[in-house]
């Protein structure tokens, strides 16, 4: 079909079409560059993964880790070795055991001397019962370095011991340390992933020598300008950065800002064939593509603020830095993006450049028939989108129990075997230990309360500092089960009855099990605010009350169905033991935020071609018109949050592949078959309450036939 394109004159773009402005906008943003660059490059130096920074703000075990740290040698991290040998500890053996617990406290000895009479609590190291393992434990001061830092030296200092004496060094402090270094150098290996992912999906999608470079370089300068940006925000309003967040915020500005770039360039390649000015082509292109670009990251960066209100603290710091990132990769892309692709004229789509025509052929092309076919058969399309979504959310009957602590590295290290080994030897401290603060008046009356608590193996008395006094107390069950947390919760109930030992309960699981409690409060209180806010986005973008309706309907089906297959792979291929308390709602935030995106793309273009062809028509030339490259931005999109499946953290894993699938399953199926479905047999009341849901009438005065009252259509 030919269709008439409009003069080079007409519709003139005004002041925006300038010569000057393209240069203008690039200068600015090279001057812009000089001041961020430098400053992206100190955002690793705030990252923090210190469990007061990231706990819940007003739980118990957050307060025991503070105070922790206020005290005089509070902020010792734990280590412990366990040495075994399976025909049981010979006299050498224990020799060793001995020799090296003398060499390491005097190598790591404590900055804060105990008091008089209680730095003697019997001997330091202990023989199982069994006789095969012998074990100490060895408090060493945060002065030292940190828990990555020292477990090393650590394990190096214990090497040499008798032929067949094993020796593992665990701990909460071996468990932190081989969990930093699993994040060791994550930002620049994400980032590089990400890069050669996106290069190599630009390259497949423009089958261009240079036009895939230049999104590139864009979206790489906002990714810099969101981490400086996030880095300001810390130092200012003192928000809390951790490696995981940073992680995120790379792969968010990388695929929204990929995706924006793929919109625009798919306008500006049509406008090129109706306009002869590059400029003014540019310009009719941001006009058609910046709304849905605009709502779109409205959408997301509404959804992440969502999570200011949440009380975990690394999940409400995800808030502001992904809104940061977002922001900025908007920026770039409706400013330094286009003024590049003006400045560098159509030469930059060669080989296929498109010419500029006073007629420009239209053709069906794949999204044309796939309209077509669905407009004649819409019960079965719906149906059946409905259908496949609904066996992957029978996937939700799976393994949803959260996942442990010792459960989230992909291949196991020492510190997480040790556990293992620790338990089989020593059950009675075969749970990691809780930390107990109370006033020192009331520290026996305490200890022996707890020492009667059911699940309780053994409770130890500690050191009296700062007015408050410690106990060490040690469960039965295994770390991070439902046994060992209602032992945590009797330990609370008990200690707290305890009138005027202001008594709390901190340690590891403690501060796991606060972390899940909080995080499943925090769902739901985050959910439905993020499900009204993103509706309430719809509907000022649609002008209307059902499409929003609708189109929420499909992106939350679409998650459940996401999250269903996840959760068989997970626990039927991958064999993984549980997911991450936070994957849940990382996962709900980004499926909803970015997989209404693309309903965005298609329904505001509906939309605005319904206001000349009518709904039906609309759809389908909307569908014809995004298919192909609303398709292309959801795999790069996928694409970029699957990058997390190469990292060796289960958590990780599980949000980039369950994002991936998700995106996937909302590009291809959702958006689309099933919301073009929905939308021809609902026809013009998709758009109620605004004009274009009444009927036309037509100059004759004779009532016309709505698009979904045309019997021609019914067949």
Not at 367 to 380: C, E, F, P
């Amino acid at each position: 079909m030919a269709v008439n394109a409009a003069p080079s004159g007409e519709a003139p773009a005004g002041r925006l079409a300038g010569r000057w402005v393209p240069w203008l906008v690039i200068g600015l943003w090279v001057a812009l560059a000089a001041v961020m660059v430098p400053l992206s490059g100190k955002l690793s130096s705030v990252t923090t993964d210190r469990a007061v920074d990231t706990l819940p703000t007003g739980a118990e075990s957050t307060k025991v880790a503070v105070l922790e740290d206020s005290l005089p040698g509070g902020e010792d991290n734990t280590f412990v070795f366990v040495y075994h040998r399976v025909g049981g500890m010979t006299a050498a053996d224990r020799a060793t055991v001995e020799r090296h617990y003398n060499t390491l406290a005097k190598r790591y000895p404590p900055k804060v001397a105990a008091p008089a009479g209680e730095d003697d609590e019997g001997p330091p190291t202990r023989l199982s019962t069994n006789g095969k393992a012998m074990m100490f434990t060895l408090d060493v001061s945060t002065t030292y370095g940190a828990p990555e830092a020292i477990v090393g030296p650590l394990r190096d200092a214990a090497k040499d011991r008798p032929a067949g004496l094993e020796l593992d060094v665990t701990g909460p402090a071996a468990v932190d340390g081989d969990m930093d270094a699993v994040f060791d150098g994550i930002d620049l290996q994400v980032f590089l992933t990400t890069v050669v992912v996106v290069t190599l999906l630009l390259i497949l999608t423009y089958r261009s020598p240079v036009l895939w470079l230049i999104p590139l370089v864009v979206v790489s300068a906002a990714a810099l300008t969101a981490m400086a940006t996030v880095y300001l925000l810390v130092k200012g309003f003192g928000i809390v950065v951790n490696d995981q967040n940073s992680a995120l915020l790379t792969i968010l500005v990388f695929g929204v800002g990929t995706d924006y770039a793929l919109l625009l360039i798919a306008r500006y390649r049509e406008a090129l064939h109706h306009h002869e000015n590059v400029r003014v082509a540019m310009v009719h292109a941001l006009r058609g593509a910046a709304p849905a670009i605009v709502a779109s990251a409205a959408t997301v960066v509404a959804g992440l603020l969502c999570l200011l209100v949440a009380d975990l603290n690394s999940t409400s710091g995800l808030g502001p830095i992904g809104a940061a990132g977002i922001l900025c990769a908007l920026v770039a892309m409706l400013t330094l993006f286009p003024a590049v692709l003006v400045a560098l004229g159509r030469r930059i789509f060669w080989p296929a450049i498109p010419r500029f025509s006073t007629t420009v052929e239209q053709k069906p092309g794949l999204w044309g028939r796939l309209g077509t076919a669905i407009s004649r058969r819409r019960w079965v399309a719906t149906l059946g989108s409905l259908g496949v979504l609904g066996v992957l959310a029978v996937g939700l009957a799976g393994n949803t129990g959260a996942l442990r602590e010792q459960d989230q590295f992909l291949s196991a290290p020492e510190s997480v075997t040790g556990f293992t080994v620790l338990r089989q030897h020593f059950p009675e401290l075969g749970g990691q230990p809780m930390t107990i603060f109370t006033r020192p008046a009331y520290q026996e009356g305490v200890l022996d309360i707890v020492k009667g608590t059911r699940g309780v193996a053994m409770a130890i008395p500690g050191q009296t500092k700062g007015g408050w006094a410690d106990i060490s107390v040690f469960p039965t069950d295994a770390p991070d089960t439902v046994a060992e947390y209602d032992t945590i919760k009797r330990v609370r109930t008990a200690v707290h009855a305890v009138s005027g030992a202001e008594a709390i309960v901190g340690g590891p699981s403690a501060e796991n099990l606060d972390t899940e409690v909080t995080t499943s409060r925090d769902e739901k209180l985050v959910i439905p605010l993020v499900l009204a806010v993103v509706l309430i986005v719809l509907g000022l973008l649609l002008r209307a009350v059902v499409a929003p309706l609708i189109l929420m309907a499909t992106v939350v089906v679409s998650f459940a169905a996401a999250f269903g297959g996840s959760v068989f792979v997970f626990d039927t291929i991958l064999g993984f033991k549980g997911i991450d308390y936070s994957v849940p709602l990382l996962a709900f935030l980004f499926l909803v935020a970015l997989g209404v995106d693309y309903n965005i793309f298609l329904a505001s273009r509906a939309r605005e071609e319904a206001v000349r062809l009518g709904t039906r028509e609309g759809m389908l030339k909307a569908l014809s018109a995004t298919g192909g490259v609303i398709t292309s931005a959801g795999l790069v999109l996928a694409a970029t949050f699957a990058v997390l499946v190469s990292l060796p953290l289960v958590m990780l894993i599980e949000v980039g592949f369950l994002v991936a699938f998700g995106v996937l399953l909302d590009a291809l199926l959702v958006r689309s078959i099933l919301v073009p479905a929905l939308t021809l047999l609902i026809g013009r009341r998709m758009w109620w309450p605004s004009r274009l849901s009444r009927p036309v009438e037509p100059p004759d005065g004779r009532r016309s036939l709505a698009d979904d009252e045309d019997p021609a259509l019914q067949r």
